[in-house]
């Protein structure tokens, strides 16, 4: 499991990318294991429904002490802007898209809600690991246009990684 701390961040999509084109590609073969700051540096710049101007990491709603990888198994914890906060299931949802477009198929990827910050955390939940709901979900155009407006220009390069 992997903790919260500093230090340079790499290119997720950047490492995987050159995985997934090795040519000497097996299914067997053992993966760098992806870290937690590689899934929030994935998710930090998405941008709130209500709020398309701030992403969520500056209202707070993703947190890099929110995030944990043990495994192929990566869990985030959002935390909605206000209890009442109409759109949680959508920012689940821009969450969820995000990480299954960013990683491997063989991740399994848990969004839930930080536990106590919605009145409707439960109902939330349910929909977010609901695995048909979250399929029909994607496939609506309406919600996957308000998920891709979310996620639209969020791949920012860290750029200590850049060449010179």
């Known amino acids: 499991v992997y903790e919260a701390g500093g230090g340079a961040v790499v290119g997720l999509k950047h490492r995987l990318l050159s995985e997934l084109l090795s040519e000497d590609r097996d299914e067997d073969k053992e993966f760098d ?37 043990n495994g192929l198994r990566v869990h985030v914890k959002f935390t909605p802007t206000v209890p009442t906060c109409s759109v949680a299931t959508l ?22 809600i930080f536990p106590g910050t919605h009145n409707q955390e439960d109902q939330v939940n349910k929909q977010l690991n609901d695995k048909e709901r979250v399929a029909a979900a994607l496939e609506n155009p309406a919600l996957r246009n308000l998920i891709n407006n979310g996620i639209a220009g969020t791949d920012r390069p860290d750029v200590s990684l850049l060449l010179a």
């Open 91 to 112: 920012i689940g949802l821009t969450i969820k898209a995000k990480l299954q477009r960013s990683l491997p198929r063989r991740y399994k990827i848990d969004v839930e």
């Open 33 to 69: 294991e992806v870290t937690l700051l590689e899934v929030f540096e994935s998710l930090r710049y998405l941008s709130d429904p209500e709020h398309p101007n701030l992403s969520l990491e500056q209202l707070k709603v993703v947190q890099s002490g929110h995030v944990w990888v």
